[in-house]
């Protein structure tokens, strides 16, 4: 389970950085592109960039899920922190509403994407409802880092459950 860890968190991560750095040489390329006369640059690249930087925003959730380093209430931890069962309950109890979170944005994510079927993308052929696909797709791949780390709690495993 620790190899499945360190896979998705590596994944994760390289994906996220490459989908950032497009955009950021999506956007500086615009701007080069602006000041040469009768080009103008790209009609495309604002909202190229915003799908960019959700997708990668949405990926990284998925590093920040099986890591277990999410935003959590410190008080609860706190209260059980001289407890090891007590602590490894709490992490577990957590770890399933994060993966009911996560299927819950998944589930509603692809009610949206199935129904918007209009063409109101300015790039190219794309639908919204195929812009919309990245919920559902990152609600499961986050809710399997979940469930990734909730094992690894379960299992006691050091290196991961934080």
Same mark, same amino acid.
């Given at each position: 389970?620790?190899?499945?860890?360190?896979?998705?968190?590596?994944?994760?991560?390289?994906?996220?950085?490459?989908?950032?750095?497009?955009?950021?040489?999506?956007?500086?390329?615009?701007?080069?592109?602006?000041?040469? &006369?009768?080009?103008?640059?790209?009609?495309?690249?604002?909202?190229?960039?915003?799908?960019?930087?959700?997708?990668?925003?949405?990926?990284?959730?998925?590093?920040?899920?099986?890591?277990?380093?999410?935003?959590?209430?410190?008080?609860?931890?706190?209260?059980?922190?001289?407890?090891?069962?007590?602590?490894?309950?709490?992490?577990?109890?957590?770890?399933?509403?994060?993966?009911?979170?996560?299927?819950?944005?998944?589930?509603?994510?692809?009610?949206?994407?199935?129904?918007?079927?209009?063409?109101?993308?300015?790039? &190219?052929?794309?639908?919204?409802?195929?812009?919309?696909?990245?919920? &559902?797709?990152?609600?499961?791949?986050?809710?399997?880092?979940?469930?990734?780390?909730?094992?690894?709690?379960?299992?006691?495993?050091?290196?991961?459950?934080?």
């Amino acid at each position: 389970m620790i190899k499945a860890k360190e896979w998705m968190e590596k994944i994760s991560i390289v994906i996220s950085s490459v989908m950032t750095a497009a955009m950021i040489i999506i956007l500086f390329v615009n701007v080069v592109l602006r000041y040469i &006369p009768g080009i103008g640059g790209f009609k495309w690249y604002m909202e190229s960039s915003q799908y960019l930087n959700v997708w990668a925003m949405l990926l990284i959730g998925a590093q920040i899920t099986v890591t277990g380093t999410h935003l959590k209430v410190e008080v609860l931890d706190s209260l059980v922190a001289n407890n090891k069962l007590a602590t490894k309950v709490v992490k577990v109890i957590r770890g399933i509403f994060i993966t009911l979170f996560y299927l819950a944005i998944a589930y509603s994510g692809w009610m949206l994407a199935s129904k918007a079927k209009q063409a109101i993308s300015t790039m &190219p052929s794309f639908t919204m409802g195929q812009v919309y696909i990245m919920f &559902p797709i990152a609600g499961i791949i986050c809710a399997v880092a979940s469930v990734i780390n909730i094992i690894i709690v379960i299992l006691d495993n050091e290196k991961g459950g934080e």
